[in-house]
């Protein structure tokens, strides 16, 4: 039990008077690759920044789809809507992922944050959606909103919810992959993947099929764990093995990825990351919140790029 209340603190990270630490220790990791993304505290950019382009335009590509991972969710999908269950840290972050999300999207819509449907008019997927934890609150925000996912078992999982409320019950839910959505031409004003890149066989390829489905000019969101020490210890070590908060094996430290590493993935998928954020975990109140700690969990909200060729 020591070690376990060792690793939650590790897990709730440095405290918010920090910040500015956090910012100067970060900044220099990023200015290698573009010294003008923003962190969480950093103040908003009148207008998202565009870099000229090195990419190809996207052509059809091999499944990024993992198949071992999909039998893993495969065979806990009836939990999903269980907040008590093995999704109840997603449960439990959820408010503040979508914190984060209205935030950054207002602003890159110029949409009215304080509107209980600020996003009124625009198309979004949610890639990887699982049981519809957050196609559900995007829809009750007023998008139009798809939701995929490779598992069949979350896909009905995820209708039968949406149908018990009016606001959801028009998402359009789909077993299929973001490459197929690819195939068929499909484009979104926002695309998202939260908790699903570190599950799929080949994340270069997946954001290649993110930002073939993002409009140029649209928003693209991941979230995902950081490849780090202390990742490995709170994520794995503390969440699955100590706490059982999740069922052993549902992460490979080996498959997370650093917040440079998504980056410039991003960045040659023609996405540019505009702004990340940490997220991190109070024992003390169960609640998350957001932060520069980029240490663990962490969000990215990222734009396509615009160029002529698009």
Known sequence: MALALKLLKQLRGPSTTTSTILYRNLRPRFSNLRSTIRLFSDPPLSEPLTIPPHQKPHSPSPSSLNQYELAKFAAIAETWWDSEGPFKP????????????????????????LSPRPFEGLKFVDVGCGGGIVSEPLARLGATVMGVDAVEKNIKIARLHADLDPLTSSIEYRCTTAEKLVEEQKNFDAVFALEVIEHVADPAEFCKSLAALTVPGGA?????????????????????????????????????????????ILERASISVQEMAGFVYNPLTGRWSLSDDVNVNFIAYATKIKTANL
Not at 93 to 112: E, K, V, W
């Open 90 to 113: 997603l449960h439990q972050l959820n408010p503040t992922r979508l914190a984060f999300i209205r935030s950054t999207l207002c602003r890159h819509f110029g949409r009215d944050p």
């Open 220 to 264: 693209t969101v991941i979230s995902t764990i950081n490849r780090s020490m202390r990742a490995y210890a709170t994520a794995i070590v503390a969440a699955e093995y100590l706490l059982h908060w999740l069922p052993k094996g549902t992460h490979q430290w080996s498959s997370f990825l650093t917040p440079e590493e998504l980056a410039l």
